[in-house]
């Protein structure tokens, strides 16, 4: 059964550092992995996805990179802002499911101190 | 950009009253699903749903709940007689091939 897990479960770093947030996933077996952005209270807010054929996506300040055979995918956040403070969730879609459902780590509870 | 809509954003109901939660999926793709998170806690898959039919439900989705597509534009996710329990954020979300899009939930509260 497919579990994943995101560590650590909260980190406060000051404004302007560069940081990585980890997801780890017991089965290889992926189509997908997401990462997503949390607001309090709010929804969910798709930052990245990275296909199971792929290594690495970007956007703007945010890498993502997916390493399959060793079930760890990394966020990294350059230069991070006040405006980055957020609760960030990676999700996996398993290749042997063909529901598409997605399964989803507890997250990662980032404050950025300005 | 095509999104994933949810109404209402927030409901507040007597426990043992029924609820409907909506959902109106992007318009191209043929995957529906509904989620949950309890405040605090991780997201949980409750029902997938294809070609007019539930093709994968959770343990938690019970009697209880039920899922409907009654127009082919909607897709809603009712809860007959509410618990305590059931408060909560409800997510809809869509898919086509790859990527799934969410919609920003609907939370319920059950008093």
């Known amino acids: 059964k497919q579990e994943v897990t995101q560590i650590p479960a909260a980190l406060s770093v000051p404004e302007g550092e560069n940081l990585v947030l980890n997801c780890s996933f017991t089965?290889?077996?992926?189509?997908?992995l997401q990462w997503f952005r949390q607001d309090p209270g709010k929804g969910l807010t798709s930052l990245l996805l990275i296909q199971s054929s792929q290594r690495e996506q970007t956007s703007g300040r945010l890498n993502a990179s997916l390493d399959k055979s060793s079930g760890r995918s990394t966020l990294y956040i350059a230069a991070s802002q006040p405006g980055d403070s957020a609760t960030y969730l990676c999700a996996v879609r398993p290749a042997r499911d063909s529901n598409y459902q997605l399964i989803w780590g507890a997250g990662t509870k980032l404050i950025i101190k300005p | 950009e095509p999104e994933v809509t949810q109404t209402p954003s927030h409901q507040v109901t007597q426990m043992g009253q029924e609820v409907i939660l909506r959902c109106v999926p992007i318009?191209?793709?043929?995957?529906f699903y509904w989620y949950r998170q309890i405040l605090g806690q991780k997201v949980e898959f409750l029902v997938s749903f294809y070609n007019n039919e539930i093709s994968e439900k959770s343990e938690i989705f019970d009697d209880q709940f039920s899922v409907e597509r009654p127009d082919g534009s909607n897709f809603t996710l009712k809860i007959r007689s509410t618990k305590l329990e059931d408060s909560a954020m409800y997510f809809c979300?869509?898919?086509?091939?790859?990527?799934?899009?969410f919609g920003q939930g609907t939370r319920l509260t059950v008093v």
């Open positions: 318009s191209n793709h043929l995957y």
């Open positions: 979300a869509s898919a086509g091939n790859t990527e799934a899009f």
């Open positions: 089965d290889s077996a992926i189509y997908n």
